[in-house]
């Protein structure tokens, strides 16, 4: 069973920065070894989007919510998956979630495995 694990959540102010991170149970495997990796997030009522993945191959895709304020990026001494946001805004207020899995038949990722999320709030 594959089990990811969020942290680096929390309340924030706006314009402040937070980074979170991603592990896999040692159990099921290491993230990084995954083919494709994901952040994503989900605010109250709304639906789940992406927030930036990275693949095996190098590719990384930044959505427009975070695009110039997130970094993506796997730490392959410590098997984890990071995102580091900044000019945190109200509106990125969310459950964050961490996502892997590998390519599909066509070449693109699809996303099997799923955190648990950590929250971030962004609030004055």
């Known amino acids: 069973q594959v089990q990811l694990v969020e942290s680096g959540g929390g309340s924030v102010l706006p314009g402040g920065s937070l980074t979170l991170s991603c592990v896999e149970s040692?159990?099921?495997?290491?993230?990084?070894?995954?083919?494709?990796m994901g952040w994503f997030r989900q605010s109250p009522g709304k639906e789940r989007e992406r927030v930036a993945i990275i693949d095996r191959k190098g590719n990384i895709r930044y959505e427009d919510v975070m695009k110039g304020r997130s970094t993506i990026s796997p730490d392959y001494a410590k098997n984890t998956l990071n995102l580091q946001m900044h000019s945190l805004k109200p509106e990125d207020t969310a459950m964050y979630y961490c996502?892997?899995?590998?390519?599909?038949?066509?070449?693109?990722?699809?996303?099997?495995?799923w955190g648990q999320g950590t929250q971030v709030t962004v609030s004055s």
């Open positions: 996502a892997a899995d590998r390519f599909d038949h066509l070449g693109d990722c699809i996303f099997r495995y």
């Open positions: 040692a159990v099921s495997g290491y993230i990084t070894n995954r083919q494709c």
